[in-house]
């Protein structure tokens, strides 16, 4: 059963929606962080990515960082920018990009569904990062950015959802990139009664973005219980933001790769390497890989078509059959040397929606030696992973569009 939950929000008044609106806060560096935020007090990127306040140099993860953080939540407060609702609500949030559009219902979810694997993950955490989002959730006192998860389709809640999204909505607009973001209100005692009821009648949700927002929850619910003597379980620190799509509905980029270096190896002698594993065919143009087990490979200016041999693939492997693990296991590591794509400073990910122009620009800069350009991995990879609580390489998803952040504020007290 899926627990879900409606909350009161803190969000923005509809006059201030698309200047509050930002991107998620790992999508981008500091740098990119502040030009996004210049000019713009009511960005929050000044809740999200606080640095961007501080000196330039400052380390992320040093305390004023998250501090500048919860302060910088009780100024928008204070300043009207962020109210919070004053009954608990669901919300149905739709993005449309292109001819994509994504309709998800905005709710809070269960620390406990998560530790005991209702919530199924497809990815590990880093320390770092997982150490990072309890730090700042923790300061903030508040989930500040959703979750992103995904349901087996349900023909009864798509409806229910269908119809609150035939009303007026509370928030309209577009963003620069062109998505449009619409927001509605449910705060009908009988719909939230309705959609929970359905809801726990789901078996399982599916992380589809956030595994380092989740696990960070729940070690706040952790921290936050042991110094809670009263603690009852109903807490808002037992629940946390998510964004919750059906799998018809979502739209999986690739996640592509770039590295800095060929491991010692000379151009002729990486090729020679590669083409053990790799049919190699000169491509006039960038190559967009059409199918599974097709890759593009830039280096030295050119672009290649990568084919993996029959002999590398093994379809019964649920894991190893996907192409991020053919490129990790019959490449990346034996050719180039990254055993531990988690942990290597000489391997750059970078999500499908920068394109092959962003892969060519990084090995034009000299920076890198050679990028790679992947087919995207399907949801269906997905859920059969994740049901058979197995876990992908890292970075295997890209998911498009991205959910906006402070939209929508979760409180934890």
Known sequence: MAFIKPFRALRPPKELADKVAALPYDVMNVEEARRMAAGNPNSFLHISRPEIDLAAGTDPHDEPVYAQG??????????????????????????????????????????????????????????????????????????????????????????LIAGIAAAPPEYDFTTDDGVSHTLWIVADPALIGRLTGLFAAIPRLYVADGHHRSAAAGRVRELRREKNPGHTGREEYNVFLTVIFPETQLNIMPYNRAVKDLNGRTAAEFMARVERDFTILPSPVPVVPCERHQFGMYLEGHWYQLHARDAVVDESDTVGRLDVSILQNHLLDPVLGIGNPRTDKRIHFVGGIRGNEELAKLVDSGEHAVAFSLFPTSIRELIELADQDRIMPPKSTWFEPKLRSGLFVHLLS
């Open 70 to 159: 919860r302060q910088n939540l009780a100024d928008f407060v204070r300043r009207g920018v962020l109210v919070q609702d004053d009954r608990e609500c669901f919300y149905v949030y739709r993005q449309r990009m292109g001819e994509i559009t994504q309709t998800g219902l905005v709710a809070c979810t269960s620390v406990d569904d998560y530790q005991s694997g209702v919530i199924k993950k497809h990815e590990l955490t880093r320390a770092d990062k997982e150490d990072d989002r309890v730090r700042h959730i923790d300061c903030l006192d508040a989930n500040d950015e959703p979750v992103f998860y995904l349901s087996r389709s349900s023909a009864e809640i798509e409806a």
